[in-house]
């Protein structure tokens, strides 16, 4: 049986008769008898490190590992250089509790007031906080955010990703907000719908550039129509997206939201990631969860504490604006590694190359027969339509060693290429395409 | 120490990507402010992240009795197992048959937690343990309206609850309804029963309790809530004492949530990420978020949603390197291991309990389970030294200080949670650090009132943070 108790069974003795007590049965008398399990755990028997190493490596190889990757749909395999991973297994910052004591989590809260800049930078907005569970909850939390008791509609775009619009409505299950989608044209917003469906009750809007199709949504006309009727705009984005297109800030957006994983987060099967969350001057105190702010110590040294704590639960109970209390921090500080190490230049030639391969790789499918659906700019991902059957051309590629788009049903598929991609690996599953299409 | 954003300079940079290998194109619609980040080399920024990390306590500095975080040793063996590509390359939206071993893991993981709790069924999406609670409130919501029961609006928290209890319950639409503590720190049972009515949804609570208590009146407790027509909701933060010992099932709980980054050993991450697993009884399990594993007719394994599923409170399936961290825990103890760590975790609090109790005044005498509270009130009366003080003296002994200021109901509270991974001498050693300052606090008061002073920055202006809040660095 594997421990990690660095007593040994004589000295647990000697300290169970130094507290006072005869047996550790002692420390438990307060359990009444009926409540006991008195009975071994249904569990198997404890191992030592090299067979658990041996049990869990099998498990992981009983896992497909894709040497390329096309699929994206709220999941985004992009390079992660070896200094952010080195950052990111630092023993402290793996290990630290929330930065409650500030003399000695200094290097914490320097690291998520960094975070917090480089967010504001990336998405245009006056202030970010330090993280929520990923671009979902961020999405939710940023519509709880808008509402209150006259406003208590909320308003998203059916061309987000589904997987968001499904926590939305978990949200506002809980809140008794209503949640309504605004159709989409073409595979964007319709414009058109979501002049008429605004109205005094809407809280606010949410859309995502790109959005779950990958098309870029007009969001300065949409904050235009929002603001008029008095509504406030949420933008979700991919951040890697907005070092190249224009900024939710530039756009008008009252919120930014998205899911951080791009910046340097391993795939991970879907966990943990990163909900980054900004808003404007007006709105960034009904920001939900931690911010660390810079102010001096006795001796008049800069520092940085969390701050703007009395929104919080831990004060405010249930009249907080959010539950929220641990976040993601060490994904933080991952995505801050990250944008320190691309840099401006970097981070926009990450977004220039996923954006050339893309077209490049959706042109040479329209030759395999793969038709683009939507009309209109797309970032990094795109739909197209076929005849041949989807799993039939995603199950010949998967042969190959190569995980194609998202299939959205039986004639299209959701494809997404990031700098990972080489023209090689793209020509290959063109020609693999061709095949599927030929036989 | 200077920000990243005030080293380096215009051209510095580290040379990543290899150049475009298709014809190059943009965009329409771009942005129009030229994006700012830092022109760094990669020395710059590796000595930067190395000199910011000197600047962390983390679980391997000392000593770290934060009471109700549960901060034990994180084991080496579930980072390296964490960091497997088997599981860190995986994308979520594989195809099943793909992600087998990722699919078993979490089933294995889920039938485990399941034993050691008492419950039926399990879903690890909420991630954290405050997300947990908002799922669990979020089911018993969706329980009594299928039961036509709207009128159920009301959720009971003992005052001594975490803060994250009422505001849970507020996000899952619930008015919440707070019963004083009785004098022994337990729920005042007659309260209890004023409280409860037609209105009642449900309770919320730990047990062992806030104050580090068994409430020896459980099974009064959750047939109180049952009879009204409610449901149990228990708070797993303090699992860790009666591990393998009672279980929240067998107390009548019907749901649950766990906290994988205490109890379960994953690490905390300066903040997170954590993983908040939700357990409920067989009757619960059709109001889970969803998606859940399944077993499919041919043996194999896949997801599914529950029939009357909540919904999904985030993306996918939860912070899955998390659990694989929390699975080799697991593995590790097994059987024996899991009772082993809770009763060595109370038997090192009333260790360390009866050791400071010679000089200092606990908020309640007698046996503790996990954690005990200590009550700064009378050095506070005396010297005008505050718990805070105290706090920040310690950071000056090279220990991490107990939480402050909770639970609420006990004046000048410092809350101390020593866990099972400490030894003898850490907690000798702490008692004897502890003893030196409350000494000198009576000595010398305003000594301590100047504390820290050797920490890296001295005592931080928290006020002047929040009145005027800089919270990002503006360039010039």
């Known amino acids: 049986m594997g421990t990690y108790i660095p007593n040994t069974g004589n000295e647990q003795r000697e300290m169970l008769e130094e507290a006072g007590f005869q047996s550790f049965d002692d420390l438990y008398t307060e359990i009444p008898e009926c409540v006991r399990l008195n009975r071994k755990l249904d569990l198997p028997e404890g191992s030592p490190e090299l067979s658990v190493r041996r049990q869990v490596e099998a498990l992981a190889g009983r896992n497909r590992i894709f040497n390329y990757i096309f699929r994206g749909a709220g999941a985004y395999n992009h390079y992660i250089p070896a200094v952010v991973e080195e950052v990111a297994s630092k023993e402290r910052f793996v290990t630290a509790y929330t930065p409650y004591q500030a003399e000695i989590s200094q290097g914490i809260l320097q690291s998520i007031f960094e975070y917090q800049t480089m967010i504001c930078e990336l998405t245009g907005m006056e202030a970010s906080n330090a993280s929520v569970y990923d671009g979902a909850s961020a999405a939710a939390e940023a519509a709880?955010?808008?509402?209150?008791?006259?406003?208590?509609?909320?308003?998203?775009?059916?061309?987000i990703n589904p997987g968001v619009y499904q926590v939305l409505k978990t949200y506002c299950f809980g809140s008794g907000n209503r949640l309504v989608p605004v159709p989409e044209k073409n595979g964007v917003t319709d414009l058109k719908k979501l002049r008429e469906m605004l109205s005094a009750e809407c809280a606010c809007f949410y859309v995502e550039q790109p959005n779950y199709f990958g098309q870029v949504e007009d969001v300065e006309t949409m904050a235009d129509i929002v603001h008029e009727a008095g509504a406030k705009l949420v933008a979700g984005g991919n951040p890697i997206a907005m070092a190249l297109l224009r900024t939710p800030g530039e756009c008008g957006?009252?919120?930014?939201?998205?899911?951080?994983?791009?910046?340097?987060?391993?795939?991970?099967?879907?966990?943990?990631?990163?909900?980054?969350?900004?808003?404007?001057?007006?709105?960034?105190?009904?920001?939900?969860?931690?911010?660390?702010?810079?102010?001096?110590?006795?001796?008049?040294?800069?520092?940085?504490?969390?701050?703007?704590?009395?929104?919080?639960?831990?004060?405010?109970?249930?009249?907080?604006?959010?539950?929220?209390?641990?976040?993601?921090?060490?994904?933080?500080?991952?995505?801050?590694?990250?944008?320190?190490?691309?840099?401006?230049?970097?981070?926009?030639?990450?977004?220039?190359?996923?954006?050339?391969?893309?077209?490049?790789?959706?042109?040479?499918?329209k030759t395999a027969g793969l038709s683009r659906?939507?009309?209109?700019?797309?970032?990094?991902?795109?739909?197209?339509?076929?005849?041949?059957?989807?799993?039939?051309?995603?199950?010949?590629?998967?042969?190959?060693?190569?995980?194609?788009?998202?299939?959205?049903?039986?004639?299209?598929?959701?494809?997404?290429?990031?700098?990972?991609?080489?023209?090689?690996?793209?020509?290959?599953?063109?020609?693999?395409?061709?095949?599927?299409?030929?036989? | 120490m200077k920000l990243l954003f005030e080293l380096g300079t215009s051209g510095r940079h580290c040379d990543i990507l290899p150049p475009c290998d298709v014809p190059e194109m943009s965009p329409e619609c771009l942005r129009k402010k030229e994006l700012r980040l830092p022109h760094l080399s990669e020395t710059e920024i590796s000595r930067h992240y190395t000199e910011l990390e000197k600047q962390v306590y983390g679980v391997n500095d000392g000593f770290y009795p934060l009471g109700s975080c549960?901060?034990?040793?994180?084991?080496?063996?579930?980072?390296?197992?964490?960091?497997?590509?088997?599981?860190?390359?995986?994308?979520?939206?594989?195809?099943?048959?793909?992600?087998?071993?990722?699919?078993?893991?979490l089933r294995r993981t889920e039938k485990y937690l399941c034993e050691i709790t008492g419950m039926d069924a399990m879903n690890f999406q909420p991630a954290a343990g405050a997300h947990g609670e908002f799922t669990g409130l979020l089911m018993i919501r969706a329980f009594h309206q299928k039961n036509g029961e709207k009128n159920r609006t009301k959720i009971i928290v003992p005052d001594s609850a975490h803060g994250t209890n009422p505001a849970s319950a507020a996000m899952a639409g619930y008015t919440v309804v707070s019963v004083p503590s009785g004098e022994d720190g337990c729920v005042d049972l007659e309260k209890l029963k004023e409280a409860v009515g037609e209105d009642t949804?449900?309770?919320?609570?730990?047990?062992?309790?806030?104050?580090?208590?068994?409430?020896?009146?459980?099974?009064?407790?959750?047939?109180?809530?049952?009879?009204?027509?409610?449901?149990?909701?228990?708070?797993?933060?303090?699992?860790?004492?009666?591990?393998?010992?009672?279980?929240?099932?067998?107390?009548?709980?019907?749901?649950?949530?766990?906290?994988?980054?205490?109890?379960?050993?994953?690490?905390?991450?300066?903040?997170?990420?954590?993983?908040?697993?939700?357990?409920c009884k067989k009757d619960l399990a059709e109001f889970l978020p969803g998606p859940v594993t399944e077993e499919k007719e041919d043996g194999s394994s896949g997801f599914a949603v529950p029939e009357s599923s909540i919904g999904a409170v985030r993306s996918f399936y939860g912070n899955f390197l998390v659990i694989v961290k929390a699975f080799a825990y697991l593995l590790t103890l097994g059987a024996d291991g899991i009772p082993e760590a809770a009763?060595?975790?109370?038997?090192?609090?009333?260790?360390?309990?009866?050791?400071?109790?010679?000089?200092?005044?606990?908020?309640?005498?007698g046996t503790c389970m996990h954690e005990f509270v200590m009550t700064m009130k009378d050095l506070k009366d005396r010297t005008g030294v505050a718990a805070l003080d105290i706090a920040k003296g310690l950071l000056d002994n090279g220990i991490h200080p107990?939480?402050?200021?909770?639970?609420?109901?006990?004046?000048?509270?410092?809350?101390?949670?020593?866990?099972?991974?400490?030894?003898?001498?850490?907690?000798?050693?702490?008692?004897?650090?502890?003893?030196?300052?409350?000494?000198?606090?009576?000595?010398?008061?305003?000594?301590?009132h100047e504390a820290p002073v050797k920490t890296p920055v001295r005592r931080?202006?928290?006020?002047?943070a929040a009145r005027k809040p800089v919270l990002r660095y503006f360039y010039d």
């Open chain 1, 144 to 159: 709880a955010m808008c509402t209150d008791r006259k406003r208590k509609t909320v308003l998203a775009s059916a061309a």
């Open chain 2, 70 to 105: 549960t901060m034990k040793y994180n084991p080496k063996i579930n980072e390296a197992m964490a960091a497997l590509p088997g599981f860190a390359k995986l994308h979520p939206l594989q195809p099943d048959y793909t992600v087998q071993g990722a699919l078993e893991l």
């Open chain 2, 343 to 365: 009763r060595n975790a109370v038997l090192n609090a009333n260790y360390l309990k009866k050791k400071l109790e010679e000089f200092c005044p606990m908020a309640y005498p």
């Open chain 1, 253 to 365: 957006a009252d919120v930014a939201v998205g899911e951080g994983q791009p910046l340097g987060i391993p795939l991970s099967f879907g966990g943990p990631y990163l909900g980054f969350m900004a808003a404007t001057k007006e709105m960034f105190r009904r920001l939900p969860g931690r911010m660390v702010g810079e102010t001096s110590d006795a001796g008049g040294n800069r520092g940085y504490v969390l701050t703007l704590q009395a929104r919080e639960q831990h004060i405010r109970r249930e009249k907080a604006g959010s539950n929220i209390c641990s976040n993601e921090a060490l994904c933080a500080v991952r995505a801050a590694a990250y944008m320190a190490v691309m840099g401006e230049e970097g981070l926009r030639e990450t977004a220039r190359q996923c954006y050339s391969k893309a077209h490049y790789f959706q042109k040479k499918l």
């Open chain 1, 373 to 439: 659906v939507y009309p209109g700019d797309f970032f990094h991902e795109f739909v197209t339509r076929s005849d041949i059957p989807s799993r039939m051309i995603l199950k010949k590629l998967e042969d190959h060693g190569i995980l194609g788009g998202l299939p959205l049903d039986e004639t299209r598929i959701l494809w997404c290429v990031t700098e990972l991609n080489t023209k090689e690996e793209m020509d290959e599953a063109v020609r693999i395409v061709e095949e599927v299409a030929g036989s």
């Open chain 2, 460 to 464: 931080l202006d928290e006020v002047r």
């Open chain 2, 402 to 448: 107990p939480t402050m200021y909770f639970p609420l109901i006990v004046r000048e509270a410092l809350m101390v949670e020593p866990t099972e991974t400490e030894s003898r001498e850490t907690l000798d050693e702490a008692a004897e650090g502890f003893r030196a300052l409350y000494q000198r606090a009576l000595e010398n008061p305003d000594e301590i």
């Open chain 2, 201 to 279: 949804a449900g309770l919320m609570l730990t047990n062992p309790n806030t104050v580090g208590l068994f409430d020896k009146n459980i099974l009064e407790i959750t047939r109180i809530i049952h009879d009204a027509g409610g449901l149990c909701y228990y708070d797993g933060a303090n699992l860790n004492a009666v591990m393998g010992i009672t279980r929240p099932g067998d107390m009548g709980f019907d749901i649950i949530h766990l906290n994988l980054h205490k109890t379960f050993s994953a690490p905390h991450g300066g903040g997170g990420p954590g993983s908040g697993p939700v357990g």
